[in-house]
């Protein structure tokens, strides 16, 4: 039986584990696959979200302007890493097809319902909120009111309704860089009406890696063993946050319910792009493709706030791992 409940995806990137390797996540050798200054209107592209669209693959990308202002781009790519940005940021409308006024966006996730792409992100609704949107087509894109109430990051939507209900995950701050952070879970019938807000997971634990705050990472992926969610874990030092990825699994039916979670982290800033940029020692997780078949999972992170990699797991190899090295706080 297939351990991914979705669909087969032949054509994700993947490569296989580097021998001698016993990572559970190793990196892409050809990372970083979007470097300093890919179009003109964007600095740095990272932190940013890819799906599989048509015989390709579409996504929204972070685009940093060259004000330093975070933005959203639309792209499009045949094998999942040569990413044609477009080069003007998204226009958002309204329902009745009329331009949206947007401020800073950033950190989207996107994910398909239906034939229809939902993304939400950082949006600005006096503070950092959860942004959401639609598009079918990832040239026009509308937007649908925000689901939460500043301050809020790190919205994540659910690929599914469950038990009937939409649910969507999000980590309540305060207007700058939280030294806190919990992930909490909110539910709604209709992606309007949003309710039920309960705290999911925290910050803390044994090991220091997610000690400061931690945020929902890619979209969960459905599988027999509960719903995989990749997220970020970020710990305090002398210099800085340093942000690491980790994984948790939800029980299907209960999304409130955590079952499994890495007690180390699966993969942390050590190579050059990942710990020298514009904001060093970050490896921040917006997007997960797979494919069912083969359990192949390929994650996009954003490194050092400056670039966009990939990274590589197997999921037999990585729920088994997160059974044997679990801690659940
Ligand atoms: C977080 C977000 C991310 C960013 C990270 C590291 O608070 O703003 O977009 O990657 O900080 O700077």
Redesign the pocket.
Known sequence: MKTIIGKNAPNIPWEDKPSGCTDVMWRFSKNPIIGWNPIPKAARV??SAIVPFKEGFAGVFRGDQRNGRATLFSGFSADGIQIDLAPEPIEWLDENGKPVPTSYS??PRVLEIDGIYYITWCDDMKGPSIGLGKTTDFKTFTRIPNPLMPYN?NGVLFPRKINGNYFLLSRPSDTG?TPFGNIFISESPDLIHWGHHSFLMGNGGEGWWQGTKIGAGPVPIETNEGWLMFYHGVSGTCNG?V?SIGAVLLDRDNPRKVLYRTRDYLLTPEKEYETVGF?PN?A?PCANIYDAETGRIAIYY?AA?TYTAIAFCQVDELVAYMKEHSEVF
């Open positions: 990272y932190n950033y950190d990051r860089h946050f942000y904001v970050v921040f954003g706030d």
